[in-house]
Structure formats: structure tokens, C-alpha cells
């Protein structure tokens, strides 16, 4: 007989085959890390129930089984080769295998060109990852697949990490999204993570092989595939254990069962890992800390006895909702600290009546909300104030060290750290991309493992040997710690080292110290992740410095919301919260639907409460509340710049159509290149602004992941003309932009650059169109008429030089009466704000950052903050050309070094620097921008921006900028 065993990352799958290779037994269950038990197990059964004295060939395979074969000298065959052997002799016509596993995903071409892709350092949209978004819902996987199948609207959420997607999602729950399209939503993150971050380009068609326990278990999920991928793609009998089939196909060895038994049961002691020293030698250590800490204690009162004026601070955060109720000397009478469900609104509705019913005499003066979801409830409760978190847990953190000059707050899956200069918040550091030095990483190992979060936290503080595990992706970090299992390491050494990598991953991944002594001396630590010792531990021993942590570590956003309430209620007797009737009788109903006052299109969550109150959540502006469709007086320089460019139409001309992809530099190019062709007699058709349908449509032809977001959609805005039909398409390489005499050069960044050479050769389509992508350089203006009639008399007959010369002069004429009339708007509105006593912020980033697709509608929630928007190229050109201190060699980055400096010498402006994902020159503007700023005294706020619109996180900086700048 033939066995095949598959050790996969989270699972093991087991067949064995009779002589004629008929499957007669096979086995799936999750391991839980015990790989060598679970081994033992299956292996004892087949030769006592199965074999009965028989002989066996067996080979094993799978992503956690090569270091087991190796060490027990078994046969071992690869899985990609295991998968393929098993299609070949199964299903032999099938083109693609697309497979998820536990923690991988691959996809394997095996017409036109055998290939396998698969998943490198992020396990985001992988079984794992589908497992955490089912427990952040409080749903099975099985649930959310039957939920999945009543949706109605499906939300963009990221599956670019398995945790972060956390931050799409909670406020969509916050904001009473049904469960039903967030299961949805999720499933189609997952198919569109896969085929744009594995296929690359590479087109799947043909027959679509389903294999993996994800998409064998959840239609919903292969539904998903099958709409992104415009297939119906197959799941074939016994998906699940094509790569054990396979093993055993390849089984050619007879074992000896006895031995590989011994073999496997001795293979658990023998490895080593990379260990780091204890984080106590001993008890007294540990009983010093716990008393030093002990100290930090927030004043109690007796709530049943208190007659004072009460105040109420509420906290809805990501995962979790805490409430603190204080008395007129900031002592705590009572507090709440719960999991928020996926909606805060009944937990918070059920306290209130708790406090009501049992403390009748309770008279609270105000009451105020922070967090995630602060909005819906100061809406449904009536609260007095809504307070942005950083200001609620600086306010906190001051009544414990009132010199605090560093606060950091590590809560579910967020981490918020800021500095705090002159006695104002500056320098917030969110975490954007990642979130595993966040609590809810170690709540899922401690899942994973079996213990409930405080057991296994403690588990980890008197470890021999902690375990060094790098700081990694959570959903990742699970194979070093089954790696460090099998190697020996204990769970204790395991807990330990996972205190380790939070830590390390917030100070040098999130603020991104290059020393600890950067960050300041007075230290408050907070948020719930800190309320574990080991954490609280390692980031002492890391700073080198005794930092205070509150004993309410977990409540301090709520007890800040409270001192607060307080401040502002001026001595007030009664707070605007809802009575004990109107409590009693409180009802909530949740509606979606889309917004089309605007193309953002937001998707809005209409929330109704008792008494025809409303609370709209999802829109990026103030339209669908004040139902006003126009931009209105806003100043907002972003949304002048748009409507200049939408205003290039398309004019009938005698040589016909040229299409324009717009995107890119053509955001401010597009005034050149529109005038210059229709003066030659071509009518100008541009692909129009983006959307999500368009950067679908174009996903499947993006040759890279990690290239930044605006150059993704070109994709989309190319294959866009294809199907309106056009002929010929214009997008040109252009290695320099204009030189505006800001820097030491004027080079487009290499993206800009070149991706039309990206686009040509990942687009098979254009080859059987003009698509003319020469490299062109407008900045040598007298050069351009001769170079550019050369170009074009490839591809057109009819074109003569002198033509190209009238038409180069009518566009560059353009140009320039283009850029005037930005600058003359933008100087109209600095004079406007500056009359109106407005806040002004320079919106810095690249000409595309205009796109709404791109920019998420940040201009427009700055305005409805009360803020002017100003556009960085509208201040640039009144500065000279300075020195910096990195290569200043970009048109760019010319201008936003140029704006930084301009608004140094500004107390009324302040510059918000847009960032997009994976832009790699940014890493070194960023740096550069924070330090002319900070030379200045000025606050630098970055925002960064990919295809996820996450302006929950967005708004906490904006706002924590304007309370700093009040202050």
C-alpha cells in the first residue's frame, strides 16, 4: 500500500492507496502545532487498523513536513510537485491550480509555460487569515460563508494583511454595516489579493483548478474567485488532499513503520533555536517591578455613596469599548471594559441602564466619547463632546506625569504613539500597514495555542530561554513559532518571545527610532497590550529607562474622555445624554446604501435611532447630511485643480482619436498634451477619472505587488480606451519633467518615468493597437518640435514638422496659462482663509494625488474640519532654490521640499504630506520634509494612501493636528 502524508501549516491531510490505487483511507485535521503527536496518532492507526501487518510505501510532503522527513530519514517530495503529479493523473486538461492553505497561497500555471507563484513574507489572504476575520466577527468560517451568501453591497477591504484588515473592517461594523456584506467583502479581498499579488500580470484562463481546505469549505469563497476571475473554475472530489494524493503516487520506498515511529518520537528534542536572555533572573526582580508599578495607581471613589456632579468618558475602540464615570475630583466611581462585538451601541446601552437602575441618585454633568466608533455613539446616546483619541489619552496621561513627554498606546490592532512638545501634542506615529506589535497579535496566539490572553501572557515571564522571533507578519509568525515548537522551545519561551516582538515591531517598525533616547524620558505607557507584564518588561529593558503605566493602562482613552467632559462643561449640572425612559425604549436600525451627490460614491451606513434621530457614517464629506450636491464656497484648491482638468474635452477632429490613460503626471500634463493634439486634428479622449471597477478591470495585467498604487491603476485606465474602442493610445516615457530651477535636477521619479514601457509589455492587447510610448522630453523646448515630429511620422503620414512646431507652441502656451490660473485661484484662497481666520494646510503630494480614487477624499474632509486646502505647487514657486540634505534631483520632490520651507516661515499654515504605498522615493522625502518642518516648529503629519480607504486612522491625525495646533 501507498501512503501519503501532507503536513501542511496548519493542517494535516493523510491518504492511503491499495495496490490498484484506490483510495482506502484518508484523514484531515488541523494540528495545532503538535505535528510529531498528531504524526504519531495517524501512523499508529493505519498500521493497526489499515495495513494489518502489510508493507508501505510511504513519502511524505507539505510546507511544515520537509525538516520532519529530513531529521526521521523519510522520503520527502516537494508540494508544488506532489500537487502537480496528483492533476496530471486526475484532472490532466486543467490549466491553473489556484490553492490556499492554512498560511500560503500559490497559483500554478501549468499551460503556456509551467510556473508556480507563491506568497512570500505576508500571509494576508490566506485559511488563516479568512479564521481571524471570522473571530473578529464572533462567527464560525461556516457562518460567515452562509452570511456571505445574502450580501448586498461588497465593502473594499484590504487582504494585504491578515490583522490590519481589522482597521477596513471595524468601522464598518462601527458603523452598523450587516455582517453579511463584510463576509462578503472579505471573500473578494481575498480572491483579489491572490490574482493581483501572485498571477502578476499573468492572465488565468482555460480550466481553474479550486484546491486547499479554504476553497474547498467555502463556496462563498470560490464564488468570489469565480466573479473576479470571470470563470467558473472547479472543485474537484478529494481537493483536499491533492498533495497527499500525490505523495503517495510518488511513494516508491517501503518503510518500516516501527522505525519511522521511533524515528518521529525523538525528532522533537533535537534542534536548537536563537534565544534572548530572560526578561526577570528571579522573583525579587519581578516583585520590585510589580511594586514600582503598583504605584501608579488612578484615585477610587464610592459611586453609591457619591452626590457630586458625575462625568462620563467613553472609549469605542477597535476591538474592545471601555466606559469610566469619575466625580468632581477626577476619582473613579465605576468602569466597564468589554468587547465590543462588532457594534458598540447595546454594550454602551446596557451600562448605562446597569448605572441607571442600581445607582438612582447618579447626576451626571457631561459626557464625552473617543475612538472608532465616537461618532455613532455621541449621535445615538446624545453625548456633549466627541474627542479625537490622542488629545483623550494625552489629557490621561498628564494627570499621571503632568511632564509626560512620550505616550504610547498599544491597544487591539492599533498603535497610536505621539511626543508632546511645549505642552501640545506633535509627531503622531499611527501604525499604516501592519499591525503585528499590536495586542490582538498575541490574542491570536494565545487562541492558537489554547490559553485565554492573561494566562498565557504570564506564562512568558520567568521563560528560561525566550525565543527570538524577529519581528514578522502575525499571520507569518506562526510558522517560527511552530518552527521554535518543534526545535523544543517551551510555550513559555514562546510567550516571551512574542512580548519581544511586539515591542521591537512598535519601536523600530511603526515610530522607527534610530535610538531609544530619541523618544523622550518621561514615558507614559497605555492601552490594554500594556496591562501584560512582559510587554510592560520588554519595553522597559529596550528603552532603558522606568516608564509609568497607569493601573487603568486599559481604560486611559476613556478616563482622558472623562477628565475631559469635565474641562469643557464649565460647572454645567446636567449633560445632553438620554434618559432612563429613552433608554428604555431605545431602538437602532441600520441601512446602506450609496451616495450620488459626487464620484466618490461612498457607500453610506445609515444609522436610525429612536426619536428620527440619524447618524450617517462612510461619507468623506458633509454632502449626503446637508444633501447639498455642489462643492459650495469651500476652499479646497484640490477640487479647483479637478475641475480645470475635467474641463479639457474632447474636440471632432480630422485625424481621429487619440486616447490619453489618465493618470500619472498626465494630472498635470494633460493641459499640454490635449492642446497639442487637437491642434494637430486628432479629439483628445481621456480614460476619465478612476474608480474600483477600473482598477479590477486592469488587476490582472499589474506585474508587480509593491509597486506604489497610482501606477497600478494605469492599468485600468489603458484597457479602459481599449473597450471604448480606441485606436491609438498616447502615453509617453519622459525621463525629465519641466525644470522649475527648485532643484539640483528636474527627473520624473523612475515610476513616472517609465511605466509606459511597464504597461507595453504586460498589456497583450496593444499589440494589436498604436500605442506610442517613445520617450519624449518636453523640458528642452526648442528640441521638441523636430524630436516629436520624428515620433510621430512613425505612425502617421501626414504630419510635417511645421504642424508640430504651431501645435508645440500652442501647448506650451497652455501650460503656463493653465499653471497661472492655479496659482492666481490658490493666492485668491489663501487670501479668503487668511480673512476668514481659517486653518490653512498645504496638501503635499504628487499631481495624481488629485485622483479620488487615490486621495480617498482627504481634501474634502479637511474642509469639512473647517480647514482651507492648498496645493503644494501653488506655494512652491515663491521660494528659492535652497540647500538640502538629500539628492534634490525630482521636479516632486523639488516642490514639496520647496512648499516644507514656505510654510516654516507660515504660523497660520501647517503641510500634510500625502504618501502613497510602496513609493520608495518617499522613504526619503518623508525624512526630509519632518526635518525642514521641525526646523521651523512645525508639526509634519504624513498620511499614507493605498487602494484601502482607512479614514477612520486619516481623521485621527487630521484632528489630533488641529487640537495641537488650538493648544
Known amino acids: 500500500m501507498k501512503i501519503g502524508l501532507d503536513i501542511g501549516s496548519t493542517t494535516i491531510k493523510c491518504v492511503v492507496l491499495d495496490e490498484n490505487e484506490n483510495i482506502v483511507y484518508k484523514s484531515y485535521e488541523r494540528h495545532m502545532s503538535q505535528i510529531t503527536q498528531k504524526m504519531t496518532e495517524l501512523l499508529l492507526k493505519i498500521k493497526n487498523d489499515i495495513l494489518g501487518g502489510a508493507s508501505a510505501q510511504l513519502t511524505v510532503s507539505g510546507s511544515a513536513g520537509m525538516g520532519i522527513a ?101 468601522p464598518l461594523l462601527n458603523q452598523g454595516a450587516r455582517k453579511s456584506d463584510i463576509s462578503a467583502s472579505i471573500f473578494a479581498a481575498v480572491a483579489n489579493q491572490t490574482i493581483a499579488g501572485l498571477a502578476q500580470g499573468r492572465k488565468i484562463s482555460g480550466k481553474v483548478l479550486y484546491l486547499g481546505g479554504p476553497l474547498t469549505f467555502l463556496s462563498r469563497l470560490r464564488f468570489a474567485f469565480d466573479t473576479a476571475l470571470q470563470t467558473t473554475g472547479i472543485c474537484p472530489e478529494n481537493s483536499l488532499y491533492f498533495v497527499a494524493l500525490g505523495a503517495a503516487y510518488s511513494s516508491i520506498e517501503d518503510i518500516d513503520l516501527d522505525k519511522a515511529l521511533e524515528n ?86 446596557e451600562y448605562l441602564l446597569e448605572l441607571f437602575h442600581q445607582y438612582p441618585a447618579l447626576r451626571f454633568a457631561a459626557a464625552a466619547v473617543t475612538g472608532y466608533g465616537e461618532e455613532l455613539l455621541r449621535n445615538a ?190 460647572g454645567q449640572e446636567k449633560s445632553s445624554l438620554i434618559s432612563l425612559d429613552e433608554l428604555k425604549d431605545f431602538k437602532h436600525e441600520v441601512k446602506v446604501t450609496s451616495c450620488g451627490l459626487c464620484n466618490n460614491h461612498c457607500r453610506l451606513t445609515i444609522n436610525i435611532f429612536g426619536g428620527n434621530r440619524r447618524f450617517i457614517g462612510g461619507n468623506r464629506c458633509e454632502k449626503p447630511v446637508t444633501k447639498r450636491s455642489g462643492g459650495g464656497s469651500e ?45 494637430l486634428g486628432f479629439e483628445v479622449v481621456t480614460s476619465g477619472l478612476s474608480n474600483r471597477d477600473l482598477y479590477i478591470k486592469g488587476q490582472a495585467t499589474i506585474p508587480s505587488d509593491t509597486v506604489c498604487f497610482p501606477a497600478k491603476l494605469m492599468h485600468g485606465h489603458v484597457l479602459s480606451l481599449v473597450e471604448n474602442d480606441i485606436k491609438t493610445i498616447f502615453y509617453p516615457c519622459m525621463s525629465y519633467n519641466f525644470d522649475e530651477g527648485l532643484g539640483d535636477n528636474h527627473y520624473n521619479c523612475p515610476v513616472v518615468a517609465y511605466y509606459p514601457e511597464v504597461i507595453s509589455a504586460n498589456t497583450a492587447v496593444l499589440q494589436k493597437l498604436t500605442f506610442i510610448h517613445d520617450y519624449v522630453g518636453i523640458h528642452r523646448r526648442k528640441d521638441f518640435p523636430k524630436k516629436m515630429a520624428e515620433i510621430l511620422s512613425q505612425y502617421f503620414q501626414d504630419i510635417d514638422e511645421k504642424e508640430v512646431k504651431a501645435a508645440a507652441k500652442a501647448a506650451y502656451g497652455e501650460y503656463e496659462a493653465y499653471l497661472a490660473r492655479i496659482r492666481a485661484e490658490g ?31 482627504i481634501d474634502k474632509l479637511i474642509t469639512s474640519l473647517g480647514a482651507a486646502v492648498i496645493s503644494e505647487d501653488v506655494v512652491s514657486c515663491r521660494v528659492e532654490h535652497f540647500p538640502t540634505t538629500v539628492l534634490n534631483q525630482w521636479t516632486y520632490h523639488a516642490r514639496l521640499y520647496a512648499a516644507a520651507k514656505y510654510v516654516g516661515g507660515k504660523p497660520n499654515m501647517n503641510l500634510v504630506q500625502l504618501v502613497s504605498f510602496g513609493c520608495g522615493v518617499d522613504a526619503i522625502t518623508t525624512d526630509e520634509v519632518r526635518s525642514i518642518l521641525e526646523k521651523n516648529d512645525k508639526i509634519y503629519t504624513q498620511i499614507k494612501i493605498d487602494e484601502i480607504s482607512n479614514l477612520g486612522a486619516i481623521k485621527i491625525r487630521l484632528r489630533s493636528l488641529f487640537a495641537a495646533l488650538e493648544q
Open 70 to 170: 529530513q531529521t526521521c530519514q523519510l522520503p520527502f517530495v516537494q508540494e508544488v510537485y506532489a500537487t502537480r503529479i496528483a492533476t496530471g493523473r486526475l484532472l490532466p486538461d486543467t490549466d491553473v491550480i489556484i490553492e490556499l492553505g492554512g498560511e500560503d497561497a500559490k497559483i500554478l500555471f501549468l499551460t503556456g509555460g509551467t510556473e508556480v507563484r507563491m506568497n512570500g513574507s505576508c500571509a494576508g489572504g490566506t485559511g488563516a487569515f479568512i479564521d481571524q476575520m471570522a473571530t473578529l466577527l464572533n462567527i464560525t468560517p461556516d457562518e460567515m460563508n452562509q452570511l456571505a451568501g445574502q450580501y448586498e453591497k461588497i465593502y473594499t477591504i484590504a487582504s494585504r494583511c491578515g490583522v490590519f484588515a481589522k482597521s477596513d473592517i471595524q
Open 264 to 349: 518521529i518520537a525523538s525528532y522533537g528534542n533535537q534542534a536548537a533555536f536563537l534565544f534572548i536572555p530572560p526578561l526577570f533572573e528571579n522573583e525579587a526582580e519581578y516583585n520590585e517591578f510589580k511594586a514600582r508599578h503598583a504605584a501608579n495607581k488612578a484615585p477610587r471613589g464610592d459611586i453609591s455613596a457619591y452626590t457630586g456632579r458625575a462625568y462620563l468618558g467613553i472609549d469605542a475602540g477597535s476591538t474592545t469599548v471601555k466606559a469610566v464615570v469619575i466625580g468632581e475630583n477626577g476619582e473613579i466611581l465605576d468602569s466597564v471594559y468589554r468587547g465590543n462585538s462588532g457594534n458598540p451601541v447595546p454594550i454602551i446601552r
Open 381 to 570: 446616546f446624545e453625548l456633549d463632546y466627541g474627542i479625537v483619541e490622542t488629545v483623550a489619552h494625552f489629557t490621561a496621561a498628564k494627570h499621571f506625569l503632568p511632564d509626560v513627554d512620550f505616550v504610547i498606546d498599544i491597544g487591539g490592532q492599533d498603535m497610536k504613539c505621539f511626543k508632546i512638545r511645549r505642552g501640545a501634542i506633535d509627531n503622531i506615529f499611527l501604525n499604516e500597514a501592519c499591525s503585528s506589535g499590536c495586542g490582538s497579535f498575541l490574542q491570536t496566539f494565545a487562541n492558537t495555542l489554547g490559553y485565554d490572553i492573561a494566562e498565557f501572557a504570564e506564562m512568558g515571564l520567568f521563560a528560561k530561554r525566550p525565543v527570538d522571533l524577529g519581528s514578522r507578519c502575525t499571520v507569518f509568525m506562526n510558522s517560527s513559532v511552530k518552527q521554535a515548537q518543534k526545535d523544543g522551545a517551551t510555550t513559555e519561551d514562546i510567550s516571551a518571545g512574542l512580548s519581544v516582538s511586539v515591542v521591537k515591531n512598535a519601536i523600530y517598525k511603526v515610530i522607527r527610532v534610530s535610538s531609544a533616547e530619541e523618544l523622550g524620558r518621561n514615558i507614559v505607557v497605555q492601552g490594554g497590550t500594556f496591562l501584560n507584564d512582559a510587554v510592560l518588561r520588554v519595553f522597559e529593558k529596550e528603552m532603558g529607562v522606568h516608564v509609568v503605566r497607569p493601573d487603568i493602562s486599559g481604560l486611559m482613552g476613556a478616563y482622558g474622555a472623562a477628565l475631559y467632559a469635565q474641562s469643557k462643561s464649565n
Open 635 to 679: 476652499l479646497n484648491m484640490y477640487a479647483y485643480k479637478l475641475d480645470q482638468l475635467l474641463s479639457y474635452k474632447p474636440v471632432a477632429g480630422k485625424r481621429g482619436k487619440i486616447g490619453i490613460p489618465m493618470g500619472l503626471n498626465m494630472y498635470e500634463l494633460l493641459p499640454f498634451w490635449h492642446t497639442f493634439f487637437t491642434q
Open 827 to 857: 493666492d485668491r484662497m489663501i487670501q479668503q482663509a487668511e480673512a476668514e481666520k481659517k486653518p490653512i494646510i498645504i496638501l503635499s503630494g504628487r499631481p495624481y494625488h488629485l485622483d479620488p480614487e487615490i486621495n480617498h477624499g
